[in-house]
């Protein structure tokens, strides 16, 4: 069992950053792949970034491409985003996700532990 949990969101300006944490219980942290998730207002929840278990492989979707950066640190068992250059389409409520196992997957019904989720509003 994984219980997750995500802070560091909140209200910032058009080209501003944030970092958003993600703080998870148990023993075995590296054995699960993580990835964070959005869900905008009207919209389904999509795919932002994922890491291996390692750290060592992230993957990210076009939209936040380099900008946000996905980390890790396992021996804190916890999992960070970093948001830079921030718009008003990244408005939205971000969730981070566990799935355990090596595979790096982007599709949400692939992951088995989900958090509360964060507040990310961008003001323009």
């Known amino acids: 069992q994984v219980q997750l949990v995500e802070s560091g969101g909140g209200l910032v300006q058009a080209g501003g950053s944030l970092r958003l944490s993600c703080a998870a219980s148990g023993r075995t942290f590296s054995d699960y792949v993580m990835g964070w998730f959005r869900q905008a207002p009207g919209k389904e929840r999509e795919f932002v970034a994922v890491?291996?278990?390692?750290?060592?492989?992230?993957y990210y979707a076009d939209s936040v491409k380099g900008r946000f950066t996905i980390s890790r640190d396992n021996a804190e068992n916890t999992v960070y985003l970093r948001m830079n250059s921030l718009n008003a389409e990244d408005t939205a409520v971000y969730y981070c996700a566990a799935r355990h196992g090596p595979t790096i997957v982007v599709v949400p019904r692939l992951y088995t532990y989900w958090g509360q989720g964060t507040q990310v509003t961008v003001a323009s």
């Open positions: 890491i291996s278990g390692s750290g060592l492989t992230t």
